[in-house]
C-alpha cells in the first residue's frame, strides 16, 4: 500500500509512505518538508515507519529528514553518491533557498541505527523488519543527479523513481551532477525495462505505469 503526501516548502513535492498491510510497517520515501504533518498521517493510522529512503539528495527530497529521523529514531538510506549532497548546500541546491541544508554522514558503517546514514551501491535490497519479503531493490538511475536512484519493489508492483522520470517529461541536467545522455540512458535501460503494469511514482507528478511511458 502506497500513500501520497504531498509536501509544501520552497516547492511542492510528493513524499510517500509505503507500508505493508499485514505488519503496519513500512518505509517514508522522500520527506521534502511538512515533517509534522507527515509524522501525524502515519501514527494516526498506526504505522510504524521503520526509515526513510532517498531517491537523491535534492533540498525539495530531504528537507524533513532531519526532524523525522529524529523523531521515530530511524536510519536513512541513501546511494552512496547522495552523501556530497546531503552535506553540501551548493549540490543539494538549498543554498538557493534561503534557508540552507547540511546534513552530515553520522555513520557509513552500515549499521542500522537512529539517524545513521546507510550508503547504498546498485542493486541493494531493503528489507521491512516486521516483514523480510517486503522488500525494495535499489536501482541506480544517475543523470538528474549523481546519486539519482529508484527504489523498485517487485511483489507491490511499484517503483518510486523521485525526479529521474515523470508522467509527461523527465528530470533537469543543468543541476551539478546532471547528465542529459546519461539522465536517457538510466530511464531507457534501467526504468522502461520494468514490467509495463509497474506503477511509477515520482516527486513531481501524479502516478503512472511504466507501459505509459516512452522516450
Known sequence: MTRLIPTYGFIQENAYLHIDENSGSGFLIDPGADAERIIQFADSHHWTIEAVLLTHGHFDHIGALSEIVAHWNIPYYIHRAGALYLSNSRY?????TGQEISIPIVSTDNKPSSGNAMLLDDGDVIRLKANPEFALRLIHTPGHTEDSSVFYNPGEQCAFV???IF???IGATHFPGGDTATLYRSIQ???LTLPADTVLYSGHSAPFTVGERSL
Open 92 to 96: 543539494n541546491l538549498s543554498v538557493y
Open 162 to 164: 523521485g525526479d529521474t
Open 167 to 169: 508522467k509527461d517529461g
Open 189 to 191: 535501460d534501467k526504468v
